[in-house]
């Protein structure tokens, strides 16, 4: 199915023309585009949400005034860097870099930061690299694939060579793009994208986010199959790629499917390939199976966002009747009930339409803010996780975007309410419901397809419901349709019954739609509560600037905090026509509540909380707001809802004042769990007066006195002590007036004076400092010799105090003893490692004793022992206790007792003499006769014997 969709804006006129519609459904008048963007509540998005970003598809430029009167191409440019920033900043739009990448998309166009809008926002881009950005590229725009002057061979034609339609049939005048036209050609067309891409990614420094592509460019053939009937080239094909010659429409439908994701691909992949991380997403994939490329194949175009494949269909609200038909290319719900079953069969359950409300030059012709929204809340039940939100402009003169402005923001309050059920978008399922197949059948091609819409008796009352796997816990989506802008076609707000499974539930249906949380899992206490309450039917231009907060839809979560559902006596079962949800404590000292709030530009809000006392036992509730001073409530002593406003403290309303244009987040906390709450108000009306007969609680202020440091070392403790009073109640649970602290924590206390009045003291922060304990490692053993030493090391800290006196991390010890370091860690907490004990022993003097004189002849000995020991080592190497010497020298010992600690003896001289060597010497003849002599004398010897 082909239609336009052209960057531009919505055709409006600034005067009603149409004497019957609501006034209150239109802009004022006196505001331009921006103003109003700025002016408008915020979409209340859960901290923390993990839904993707919405994709501008309108005309930026034309939103920022550009062709109005007396707006100058730089003033434009100027404006539309604002706006830019305020789509992305408040309200989960992409930043859009360039809204058709061949068109102010030169190297220079991006170095223009005052005429050009791409300069401009790629330079605000390149400053902020956390944004997240987009662009658009249009294939229907590309030189070749729409051109009517190509070579035969790019066309459908018969075998006479006469071009055929997508019917088959033969035309002339004009030519369609074949599904066997020459690779060629698309290549060349991607190639086309290729450097305005590089430009862009040049520009930006770093690789874009996503890119979407218009498409639009190529015509899907006709389910008849005359196509490959009438074209040689096509069935050829046909045949090659294993369809069979008996033609069916699934074969048909699948080939032609095949080929046009196949050629999209190759002409994607040209530019896409410069920037891989960058999410590519086309224009038109659905499930629709009779206009649509089948979608198991269309799917495979774009890139998958977080895992999943999102459906690209499109809503465009025409007319106010146009929310159930679809006309031409103008879709309703028939057309997305269509696509959901082929989606949901292929496992794609999360959609991202492009959306549109109308484009009429005759405003009042065209969907009212409140129908659009109420749609767009189904879309998002059937799975709509993000939006590229689009306008049409027909003709000139290019109306004021004051008059088309608000459709910018309704896709993002719609996500906003999906950001608090995002559990049941991401793992739940969407239920078929039980209208008659028939419904929506004048607009479907799938009549016996289910309809995903239950039944109300009231086919303008939609219901659409997503269950949470496996619990008994649903988010109900409910819409009251229009056909027409005129008072009174439809009522605003009205009830209707529908039947969910055992139950058959009563509920409210307004006109912008209301979205609950039903949770039936204890039959016998049913919780029931609304997530949208704050949305209006107005233009939301004239919306309220109070924030109306449902204490249930508390943005942390709390495990004392539980939702509670009660009805008026008498009510019947499932009937939630008159209801209050509401958060009641389950533990008695309840955690805080927190709400963030984002005001717009205005200074001061007056705070007042509905709640109720359980059993009259009386109580209040501290309330704070970031920056500011926290006020208290008391004297809630009734056990009827009521309105409350008075701090107890000072007597006064509470009030925030100086609120800068930023996220605040309000902290509720209960006194006791003897309170419940259901709501809150911060108004900017100063004369609001909700409960005029509010108890006179007096002047009561609550105050904790410590008896000393509130931070301190493990095993330490504070006392703190609470102002006088007749009853306490402390935030850890303890009722008496003074508590001693020993665990790091805040504590505050609730105050009771007696006259049902109490007050909620600031808390006071106590912190434990944890010691780390202190140890002590050695550089060696700490047994050791006389004479020896060891070097202990004290762990990491602050300053060291050794029981030995000495200060310094690490000492060298060398004598005997006991050692242990105290470790200050520099928090003030000091730790004492465990002693380390070090032993030094004594070496026994070593002697050496001899068996005889140390002086003796040449062929004597003397043995020499060592004093007592373990083992010996000798001068000479020996190493028994006693040696024998036979040798002059000097001879010591090393003796080793059982520590293994030596001592060295003195040594020992040892004097050997040489034996004489006599001699004898004649002094005359050797040879005697009788009686004759000779002289002999001997030498050599200090005396003789002969």
């Known amino acids: 199915m082909k239609k336009l969709l052209l960057l531009i804006s919505l055709l409006g006129v600034v005067g009603l023309t149409n004497a019957q519609t609501d006034p209150m459904e239109f802009a004022t008048g006196t505001l331009s585009a921006t103003q109003q963007l700025q002016s408008y509540p915020l979409p209340r998005l859960k901290p923390g949400h993990t839904l993707n970003r919405n994709f501008i598809w309108f005309d930026i430029e034309y939103f920022s005034g550009w062709q109005q009167p007396g707006v100058s191409r730089t003033q434009m440019v100027a404006t539309a860097k604002v706006n830019n920033e305020e789509f992305y900043k408040n309200w989960n739009y992409y930043f859009m870099i360039n809204g058709k990448i061949d068109s102010y998309g030169t190297a220079s166009s991006y170095t223009d930061t005052v005429t050009s809008t791409p300069g401009a926002f790629a330079a605000i881009a390149k400053r902020n690299p956390s944004y997240k950005t987009s662009a658009i590229c249009l294939m229907n725009q590309t030189p070749l694939i729409t051109s009517q002057n190509l070579t035969p061979d790019n066309y459908v034609r018969n075998s006479s060579g006469q071009y055929l339609d997508m019917g088959g049939n033969v035309v002339s005048g004009v030519k369609y793009f074949s599904p066997t036209a020459p690779n060629s050609t698309l290549i060349s067309d991607g190639n086309y994208l290729k450097p305005y891409f590089q430009n862009l990614l040049n520009a930006l420094g770093r690789p874009l986010d996503i890119m979407n592509d218009n498409g639009e460019a190529m015509y899907l053939m006709s389910l008849n199959g005359k196509v490959i009937d009438n074209d040689p080239v096509v069935k050829a094909d046909y045949l090659n790629l294993g369809y069979p010659a008996s033609k069916t429409t699934e074969s048909i439908n699948d080939y032609r499917g095949r080929k046009y994701a196949d050629q999209v691909s190759l002409y994607r992949d040209q530019f896409m390939s410069i920037s891989p991380s960058t999410a590519y997403t086309f224009y038109g994939l659905d499930g629709q199976s009779d206009y649509r490329p089948v979608w198991p194949r269309g799917k495979a175009i774009q890139s998958k966002i977080n895992g999943h494949h999102y459906s690209t269909g499109d809503f465009y609200l025409r007319w106010p009747d146009n929310w159930k038909a679809w006309a031409g290319a103008w879709h309703g719900l028939g057309w997305f009930a269509d696509c959901k079953y082929f989606e949901e069969k292929a496992g794609d359950s999360l959609m991202s339409p492009f959306v549109c409300a109308g484009w009429n030059a005759d405003e009042t012709q065209n969907p009212r803010p409140a129908q659009y929204l109420a749609c767009l809340k189904v879309l998002a039940a059937w799975g709509s996780e993000f939006f590229y939100?689009?306008?049409?402009?027909?003709?000139?003169?290019?109306?004021?975007?004051?008059?088309?402005?608000?459709?910018?923001?309704?896709?993002?309050?719609?996500?906003?309410?999906?950001?608090?059920?995002?559990?049941?978008?991401?793992?739940?399922?969407?239920?078929?419901?039980?209208?008659?197949?028939?419904?929506?059948?004048?607009?479907?091609?799938?009549?016996?397809?289910?309809?995903?819409?239950?039944?109300?008796?009231?086919?303008?009352?939609?219901?659409?419901?997503?269950?949470?796997?496996?619990?008994?816990?649903?988010?109900?989506?409910?819409?009251?349709?229009?056909?027409?802008?005129?008072?009174?076609?439809?009522?605003?707000?009205?009830?209707?019954?529908?039947?969910?499974?055992?139950?058959?539930?009563?509920?409210?249906?307004?006109?912008?739609?209301?979205?609950?949380?039903?949770?039936?899992?204890?039959?016998?206490?049913?919780?029931?509560?609304?997530?949208?309450?704050?949305?209006?039917?107005?233009?939301?231009?004239?919306?309220?600037?109070?924030?109306?907060?449902?204490?249930?839809?508390?943005?942390?979560?709390?495990?004392?905090?539980?939702?509670?559902?009660?009805?008026?006596?008498?009510?019947?079962?499932?009937?939630?026509?008159?209801?209050?949800?509401?958060?009641?404590?389950?533990?008695?000292?309840?955690?805080?509540?927190?709400?963030?709030?984002?005001?717009?530009?205005?200074?001061?809000?007056?705070?007042?909380?509905?709640?109720?006392?359980?059993?009259?036992?009386?109580?209040?509730?501290?309330?704070?707001?970031?920056?500011?001073?926290?006020?208290?409530?008391?004297?809630?002593?009734?056990?009827?809802?009521?309105w409350y406003s008075v701090d107890a403290c000072s007597g006064q309303n509470i009030?925030?004042?100086?609120?800068?244009?930023?996220?605040?987040?309000?902290s509720l906390t209960a006194s006791s769990s003897n309170i419940e709450i259901d709501k809150v108000l911060l108004t900017t009306n100063a004369s609001t007066n909700l409960n005029p007969n509010q108890p006179a609680c007096g002047t009561v202020v609550a105050t904790v006195n410590t008896s000393g440091p509130t931070t301190f070392c493990q095993g330490g403790s504070v006392t703190l002590t609470a102002?006088?009073?007749?009853?306490?109640?402390?935030?850890?649970?303890?009722?008496?007036?003074?508590?001693?602290?020993?665990?790091?924590?805040?504590?505050?206390?609730?105050?009771?004076?007696?006259?049902?009045?109490?007050?909620?003291?600031?808390?006071?922060?106590?912190?434990?400092?944890?010691?780390?304990?202190?140890?002590?490692?050695?550089?060696?053993?700490?047994?050791?010799?006389?004479?020896?030493?060891?070097?202990?090391?004290?762990?990491?800290?602050?300053?060291?105090?050794?029981?030995?006196?000495?200060?310094?991390?690490?000492?060298?010890?060398?004598?005997?003893?006991?050692?242990?370091?105290?470790?200050?860690?520099?928090?003030?907490?000091?730790?004492?490692?465990?002693?380390?004990?070090?032993?030094?022993?004594?070496?026994?003097?070593?002697?050496?004793?001899?068996?005889?004189?140390?002086?003796?002849?040449?062929?004597?000995?003397?043995?020499?022992?060592?004093?007592?020991?373990?083992?010996?080592?000798?001068?000479?190497?020996?190493?028994?206790?006693?040696?024998?010497?036979?040798?002059?020298g000097t001879y010591s010992v090393v003796v080793a007792n059982s520590n293994g600690c030596t001592s060295a003896s003195s040594p020992v001289n040892v004097s050997v003499a040489a034996l004489p060597v006599p001699a004898i010497t004649v002094n005359g003849p050797t040879t005697l006769n009788i009686g004759q002599s000779t002289i002999l004398t001997a030498s050599n010897a200090s005396a003789y014997l002969w």
């Open 723 to 888: 102002s006088a009073g007749n009853s306490y109640t402390w935030s850890n649970g303890q009722t008496t007036q003074a508590i001693t602290v020993s665990q790091s924590g805040s504590y505050s206390v609730s105050v009771n004076t007696g006259t049902g009045c109490a007050a909620v003291s600031a808390p006071v922060a106590v912190t434990v400092n944890a010691n780390t304990p202190a140890t002590i490692s050695n550089s060696g053993p700490t047994n050791f010799c006389q004479g020896g030493s060891v070097t202990l090391t004290a762990s990491s800290g602050n300053a060291y105090t050794w029981s030995s006196g000495q200060t310094t991390q690490s000492i060298t010890v060398s004598q005997s003893g006991s050692y242990s370091v105290s470790v200050n860690t520099g928090n003030g907490c000091t730790a004492v490692s465990a002693p380390v004990n070090v032993s030094v022993t004594s070496a026994i003097p070593a002697t050496v004793t001899s068996s005889g004189p140390l002086t003796f002849c040449q062929g004597g000995n003397v043995t020499l022992t060592a004093s007592t020991g373990a083992s010996f080592t000798w001068s000479n190497g020996l190493t028994s206790p006693s040696i024998t010497v036979s040798s002059s």
């Open 389 to 642: 939100t689009g306008f049409f402009n027909l003709s000139t003169p290019f109306p004021d975007a004051k008059n088309w402005g608000w459709q910018t923001v309704m896709p993002v309050y719609t996500q906003g309410i999906v950001s608090r059920y995002e559990e049941f978008l991401r793992n739940g399922t969407l239920l078929e419901g039980d209208v008659p197949r028939y419904f929506l059948t004048t607009t479907t091609l799938q009549p016996n397809n289910p309809k995903y819409l239950f039944y109300t008796g009231d086919a303008r009352k939609l219901v659409a419901v997503r269950k949470l796997n496996g619990a008994n816990k649903y988010v109900i989506t409910a819409a009251q349709m229009v056909d027409a802008n005129t008072i009174g076609n439809a009522p605003n707000s009205s009830f209707a019954k529908f039947k969910l499974g055992n139950d058959s539930l009563k509920i409210e249906f307004r006109r912008q739609g209301s979205v609950y949380i039903y949770d039936a899992t204890n039959p016998s206490a049913k919780v029931f509560y609304q997530l949208d309450k704050w949305h209006q039917y107005e233009h939301p231009e004239r919306w309220s600037k109070d924030f109306e907060l449902e204490a249930e839809l508390a943005d942390n979560s709390s495990s004392s905090a539980k939702i509670a559902t009660e009805v008026p006596a008498g009510t019947p079962a499932n009937d939630y026509s008159n209801y209050t949800s509401y958060i009641t404590f389950t533990s008695a000292t309840p955690t805080v509540l927190q709400y963030s709030f984002n005001p717009r530009n205005q200074p001061t809000y007056y705070f007042w909380v509905r709640a109720r006392s359980k059993n009259s036992t009386g109580g209040g509730i501290s309330v704070g707001v970031n920056g500011q001073a926290s006020k208290s409530i008391g004297c809630i002593t009734d056990t009827q809802w009521k």
């Open 655 to 666: 009030k925030f004042t100086s609120l800068a244009s930023q996220q605040y987040l309000l």
